[in-house]
């Protein structure tokens, strides 16, 4: 079992950088597939971005392309979502989530894959 918490998530203003936390607990978490993904009020969850340690690969959603940025603290066994250039429209919970599998093929955005997910964090973007 895993447990994930994410952290880190405030009301900031447009144009505003802030990093969001997601702490793992229970096992490691050093060769999982980690997402981060985002709700908005009324709309589907949708995914963000993700990485992938046994390939080396990042995938990012168009609309956060260039502006997030996912890492992680094998040490800390954390996964971090660094967002800059904030907008309104990223104003979600944001959710972190492992896939538990051993995909080679990059990393996946599809819900379903993902076994594991946090309680979510609020950012929220002021105009």
């Known amino acids: 079992q895993v447990q994930l918490v994410e952290s880190g998530g405030r009301l900031v203003q447009a144009g505003a950088s802030l990093r969001l936390s997601c702490a793992a607990s229970?096992?490691?978490?050093?060769?999982?597939?980690m997402a981060w993904f985002r709700q908005a009020p009324g709309k589907d969850r949708t995914f963000v971005g993700g990485?992938?340690?046994?390939?080396?690969?990042?995938s990012y959603a168009n609309a956060v392309k260039g502006r997030f940025t996912i890492s992680r603290d094998n040490a800390k066994n954390t996964v971090y979502l660094q967002m800059s250039d904030l907008k309104p429209e990223d104003t979600a919970l944001y959710y972190c989530?492992?896939?538990?599998?051993?995909?080679?093929?990059?990393?996946?955005?599809?819900?379903?894959?993902?076994?594991?997910w946090g309680q979510g964090t609020q950012v929220t973007v002021s105009s």
């Open positions: 990485i992938n340690p046994n390939t080396g690969s990042e």
């Open positions: 229970g096992r490691g978490i050093s060769s999982n597939i």
């Open positions: 989530a492992l896939d538990d599998s051993r995909y080679m093929g990059g990393v996946r955005s599809t819900i379903g894959y993902y076994l594991y």
